[in-house]
């Protein structure tokens, strides 16, 4: 086995002490990364190899810990993961060694700000996914840890009040970046479950493959987003949790988690945690749907949806002082999932539902935040334009032609791409039969596909971007979204421009655009159902 010498770390933190980074560099270059490397493919070998006996690295870890007034998560997690893998070896439970290592990563991140001693309890969430479906019988000491968890969370969020957003502390915490080694550090979490390549998604199991990528992407702004993910999946595992427990009705069982499921929004009140939530939302299949079943992933799925849809979280309130961009994007998410809401109860024939989702839409202060947002972009002739719209559908199109007219509303391409399928999809529902002259009505077999070039483009350009499957109520990486959709084909149809405007008055003569002198309000409540939805 080799060995790492200490005289080594011992240097290494000398030179760190020494090299003093710039105040104004909130991302200096971590001293330690190359001796967290070594150490990272040293004990890989020696695990591959059978090697039980991790001592050495944890002596050296610890003392550089004592070193350190304020050490990266990374080391942290090193530390702890040479830790926790020697205690697999013992005759210790796994449910004990995970409750040994939420304490010692507690204990370590002591010093931390409050979004990265949430980021750094990523490996307690991901051993007790691994539990939840691996030892089932442990049900409810896992319950037990994971209250303990979203409790600590909610307490590390605890200052996000008066104005202040959990993701916008004052100690900059949240915009602490990840080093180079934070892969490699995963790779040695996941060491005995997966290949090389896939060490995120065996690490977030219960995180989808967009939120995975966004990590990779996020560059030197990390630690808000990681805390997040954290909070996210500690959030849908404690739901998951609820399911399957005792013989209790429906109702009583969509109440307990409805009011979970708030409560724990409530004490999180984070945006950079509602932001992962509602990215999570958007995709076919919750990423939780292997630990229930198809009724209870519809049952907790409208739950979700009417947690994020029917209540104004204060903490999402414009008039926070947080990054407008921040809340622009989040905006944007919830306007895609609140049309996702709408089709999902819809499908059902949930009509009381849907005119509580339209309502709680054209209440919302997301929705009104990104109108003028959006309108403080533009200008036409020195007057502002506004939209008059009722439905989410109706938003969206107006801001694919605002982004059309060069004003970038949509900040990633898939999200975009994302908008023009909920217009792809809102024409299936106004189909309008073909007749032959011989007044005989064409058949299925004889109806003319239109737009179903752009559809096909939108869907497959999605799905490349995603690379998310979902079929027979698993969730599974590395496909397409193929056969998920059920078939539809486009009729042309030529309405009359005068009489679509009669019957749709929101429709201004501007493509859509209605000035603002024609609007008091710029979501109106007057009609719940348009031409598009």
Not at 5 to 23: D, F, G, W
Not at 147 to 158: A, K
Not at 169 to 185: E, K, Q, T
Not at 478 to 492: A, H, Q, R, S
Request: overall charge negative; proline content about 4%; hydrophobic content about 40%.
């Amino acid at each position: 086995m080799h060995c790492l010498s200490l005289p080594c770390s011992e240097s290494m933190t000398n030179q760190a002490a020494m090299s003093k980074p710039l105040a104004d560099d909130p991302n200096p270059p971590d001293p330690y990364a190359s001796m967290l490397h070594e150490s990272v493919h040293r004990f890989i070998a020696d695990y591959r190899n059978a090697v039980t006996d991790f001592s050495n690295f944890t002596s050296i870890f610890s003392r550089l810990l004592h070193r350190i007034p304020d050490p990266p998560l990374e080391i942290v997690w090193f530390y702890s993961a040479v830790t926790f893998h020697g205690a697999k070896f013992a005759a210790q439970g796994r449910v004990s060694a995970a409750k040994d290592l939420f304490q010692l990563l507690v204990s370590c991140s002591a010093s931390f700000g409050k979004l990265r001693r949430i980021a750094v309890l990523a490996p307690v969430v991901y051993e007790l996914c691994n539990l939840a479906r691996e030892i089932p019988e442990e049900r409810d000491e896992i319950r037990s840890m994971l209250e303990g968890l979203v409790g600590y969370c909610s307490i590390c969020c605890g200052g996000a009040e008066q104005g202040q957003d959990g993701d916008f502390d004052s100690d900059g915490d949240g915009d602490r970046g990840l080093n180079s080694c934070f892969l490699d550090v995963v790779r040695v979490w996941v060491v005995d479950r997966c290949g090389v390549g896939d060490e995120l998604e065996a690490f977030f199991p219960i995180a989808t493959d967009d939120v995975c990528k966004g990590i990779r992407m996020i560059g030197s702004s990390g630690v808000g987003y990681l805390a997040g993910i954290v909070m996210c999946e500690a959030f849908l595992l404690r739901l998951c949790l609820k399911f399957g427990l005792e013989k209790i009705s429906k109702a009583e069982l969509e109440n307990d988690v409805r009011n979970s499921a708030v409560q724990m929004i409530t004490g999180f009140r984070c945006s950079s945690f509602f932001a992962t939530l509602l990215r999570m939302l958007l995709e076919p299949i919750l990423p939780v749907a292997s630990l229930l079943s198809r009724k209870d992933e519809c049952l907790l799925q409208e739950v979700l949806y009417d947690s994020v849809l029917l209540l104004d979280y204060s903490f999402l309130k414009p008039q926070i002082e947080a990054s407008t961009e921040c809340l622009k994007t989040l905006a944007v998410a919830w306007l895609l999932v609140a049309d996702s809401a709408i089709r999902f109860v819809r499908k059902d024939g949930d009509q009381t539902k849907v005119i509580s989702y339209m309502s709680a839409f054209s209440e919302s202060c997301l929705a009104s935040h990104l109108i003028k947002w959006v309108t403080n972009q533009i200008s036409m002739e020195g007057t502002i334009f506004r939209p008059s719209v009722s439905t989410p559908v109706s938003l969206i199109k107006w801001m694919l032609l605002v982004e059309d007219q060069g004003v970038r509303v949509f900040d990633c391409e898939i999200s975009k791409l994302r908008a023009k399928e909920v217009i792809d999809k809102s024409r299936v529902q106004y189909v309008i039969p073909v007749t032959k002259p011989d007044c005989k009505t064409l058949h299925d077999a004889d109806l003319e596909m239109v737009d179903s070039v752009d559809a096909v483009s939108v869907a497959d350009k999605v799905d490349g971007m995603i690379n998310t499957q979902a079929t027979d109520g698993l969730r599974k990486r590395k496909g397409t979204m193929d056969g998920l959709e059920i078939p539809v084909k486009f009729v042309k149809y030529h309405f009359d421009e005068n009489s679509v405007k009669e019957k749709f008055p929101f429709l201004g003569n501007d493509n859509g655009l209605i000035s603002e002198s024609e609007v008091d309000n710029p979501v109106s409540n007057g009609c719940m159902v348009d031409m598009q939805q």
